[in-house]
């Protein structure tokens, strides 16, 4: 009867989320040596498969469509009107900082991402890159290579500069079939 208490409740702590990462074993291995943590860390269960018991989802067979081209061309124009707004609205009165800029790279593509996403073009991937550095007399040469297809592949891209930074964004669109 305690062995189903003691599953029950190892259930119950995969569940709601978190249990050691350290087993009775080895907490018992490092009092022994004589070793001690003050601190034990934790891992989280939930976003880890096959620990949703209770959630089944069946798998859906998808039908081929054997559409090797898009239906709809991806819109540059409007990619590069959203590139323009995003990152000048971002930057106009912006000073360079290092670790601001930091964060400032994240922030700005993530919402373009979000912003070229809600367009709703499908079958296409978008990769978003912002480059933002100091404006203090010097030149920089930014280059990409990858597999292209330039029928259906294509990418935006948007230079800016203010008093103190430059920033440069791009956005490429890879069709995928």
Same mark, same amino acid.
């Given at each position: 009867?305690?062995?189903?208490?003691? =599953?029950?409740?190892?259930?119950?702590?995969?569940?709601?989320?978190?249990?050691?990462?350290?087993?009775s074993h080895e907490i018992k291995a490092k009092e022994f040596l004589g070793k001690t943590k003050d601190s034990m860390s934790t891992v989280s269960y939930v976003d880890e498969p096959g620990h949703h018991d209770d959630i089944l989802r069946p798998?859906?067979?998808?039908?081929?469509?054997?559409?090797?081209?898009?239906?709809?061309?991806?819109?540059?124009?409007?990619?590069?009107?959203?590139?323009?707004?995003?990152?000048?609205?971002?930057? !106009?009165?912006?000073?360079?900082?290092? !670790?601001?800029?930091?964060?400032?790279?994240?922030?700005?593509?993530?919402?373009?991402?979000?912003?070229?996403? =809600?367009?709703?073009?499908?079958?296409?991937?978008?990769?978003?890159?912002? #480059?933002?550095?100091?404006? =203090?007399?010097?030149?920089?040469?930014?280059?990409?290579?990858?597999?292209? =297809?330039?029928?259906?592949?294509?990418?935006?891209?948007?230079?800016?500069?203010?008093?103190?930074?430059?920033?440069?964004?791009?956005?490429?669109?890879? #069709?995928?079939?």
């Amino acid at each position: 009867m305690s062995e189903i208490l003691r =599953d029950r409740a190892a259930r119950l702590l995969k569940k709601r989320g978190s249990i050691s990462s350290l087993g009775s074993h080895e907490i018992k291995a490092k009092e022994f040596l004589g070793k001690t943590k003050d601190s034990m860390s934790t891992v989280s269960y939930v976003d880890e498969p096959g620990h949703h018991d209770d959630i089944l989802r069946p798998a859906v067979q998808m039908e081929n469509t054997y559409q090797l081209g898009p239906a709809k061309c991806f819109p540059v124009a409007i990619v590069n009107n959203i590139l323009k707004d995003v990152v000048s609205s971002y930057l !106009e009165e912006e000073k360079y900082e290092a !670790e601001l800029c930091r964060q400032m790279t994240k922030t700005i593509s993530e919402v373009i991402k979000a912003r070229v996403k =809600d367009l709703m073009i499908p079958r296409y991937k978008i990769i978003v890159l912002i #480059y933002i550095g100091q404006l =203090d007399k010097q030149s920089m040469q930014i280059g990409s290579r990858c597999l292209w =297809d330039t029928t259906s592949d294509t990418f935006s891209s948007y230079a800016f500069k203010n008093r103190s930074l430059f920033a440069l964004a791009n956005v490429y669109a890879v #069709y995928s079939e």
